[in-house]
């Protein structure tokens, strides 16, 4: 049992080019986030998925899109990296929802340099 | 949701307990309190969680006065693998995606030898 699962765990990217951030979870949850986290600064949710096929914008969007093709795996890509997405991001999963009642498993983050 | 306040950082000392206060003056009759913690280049780890009163598990207890206005996460005898960041978060007890986990700058609490 994994739980959670990230790749790559580091990238760099030049201004302009395009990669796809990799999560997968094995606890059959059918809630998935992506988060970035700032230097010093809590979390912040970027996108979510309710189930397969279904996303949703979350507080920061801009510049991301998502695809959730199946329950155990949730993709995040940047079609455009800016040096405003440099950032830490962790992918997580729940059973029950994205709320602070339902325990967030978390991946172990993907470090994103974009110069 | 509830804005939540804690303090920016802690120092302890191996051994100590140490109690982390958030406030959250504003709770709603059905928010729930939970705690996270986050390791230097680590996800979040969920610590525990509690709607009223106390609240124990292997690893903290957990503090609500009868008012819920505010939190005290308490770590017994801490150690230096104890050094991490805590969030304090606030929300209901709904279901679903209608809501979202919002963490702010948290408590960075460093334990020395």
């Known amino acids: 049992n994994a739980g959670v699962t990230q790749t790559p765990k580091f990238q760099v990217l030049k201004t302009g080019q395009s990669m796809t951030l990799q999560c997968a979870q094995d606890?059959?949850?059918?809630?998935m986030s992506w988060y970035r986290q700032d230097p010093g600064m809590g979390l912040r949710l970027i996108h979510y998925?309710?189930?397969?096929?279904?996303?949703d914008q979350g507080e920061v969007p801009n510049g991301y899109n998502v695809s959730r093709l199946n329950k155990r795996e949730f993709s995040l890509r940047l079609e455009s990296a800016a040096p405003s997405q440099t950032s830490v991001y962790f992918c997580?999963?729940?059973?029950?929802?994205?709320?602070?009642?339902?325990?967030?498993?978390f991946g172990p983050g993907t470090r994103l340099t974009v110069t | 949701l509830a804005k939540t306040t804690q303090p920016i950082s802690m120092d302890s000392y191996e051994g100590q307990e140490v109690n982390i206060t958030c406030s959250h003056n504003?709770?709603?009759?059905?928010?729930?309190i939970t705690w996270y913690q986050q390791f230097p280049s680590q996800g979040p780890r969920f610590i525990i969680q509690?709607?009223?009163t106390k609240v124990t598990n292997e690893v903290a207890s957990l503090f609500i006065p009868a008012d819920r206005k505010s939190s005290t996460l308490s770590l017994p005898r801490v150690s230096l693998s104890d050094t991490a960041v805590y969030y304090c978060?606030?929300?209901?007890?709904?279901?679903?995606?209608?809501?979202?986990?919002?963490f702010g700058t948290g408590t960075l609490l460093a334990v020395q030898p």
């Open positions: 504003n709770i709603a009759t059905n928010d729930y």
């Open positions: 606890m059959n949850h059918e809630y």
């Open positions: 978060l606030v929300g209901p007890d709904y279901g679903g995606a209608t809501n979202k986990l919002i």
């Open positions: 997580a999963s729940s059973a029950g929802g994205t709320g602070v009642s339902y325990e967030q498993y």
């Open positions: 998925s309710v189930g397969a096929g279904i996303t």
């Open positions: 509690g709607y009223k």
